[in-house]
């Protein structure tokens, strides 16, 4: 069984940067696509950034576009998002997805079997 675990989220001013991680355990996280998604008190989750296996192959969405960056390291089984120039949208609950099946990575919520609980982001103006 896969487990999520994400890490690095807090309260921040507009323009602040956060880093955020997620640590997996108990498969082959190395052959995943990883994904980030997001949701807003009363919003649904929208889709954020993902990453294929080797890491070669990012996607993010129009709305951190040029801000935010995701990365992984196979070796410490972990994937990272780097937030910079937050704004107060970007307040939400962050959740790290892994796809056993999609190893490029994807947009779609479905196409992902393992979440993990994730950490909360409030971005203050």
């Known amino acids: 069984q896969v487990q999520l675990v994400e890490s690095g989220g807090g309260l921040v001013q507009a323009g602040g940067s956060l880093r955020l991680s997620c640590a997996a355990s108990?498969?082959?996280?190395?052959?995943?696509?990883m994904g980030w998604f997001r949701q807003a008190p009363g919003k649904e989750r929208e889709f954020v950034a993902s990453?294929?296996?080797?890491?070669?192959?990012?996607y993010f969405a129009d709305s951190v576009k040029g801000r935010f960056t995701i990365s992984r390291d196979n070796a410490k089984n972990t994937v990272y998002l780097q937030m910079n120039s937050l704004k107060p949208e970007d307040t939400a609950v962050y959740l790290c997805a892994a796809s056993s099946v999609y190893g490029v990575g994807s947009k779609l919520e479905r196409e992902y079997n393992y979440w993990g609980q994730g950490t909360q982001v409030t971005v203050s103006s």
């Open positions: 108990g498969g082959t996280f190395s052959s995943y696509g």
């Open positions: 990453i294929s296996w080797s890491g070669g192959s990012t």
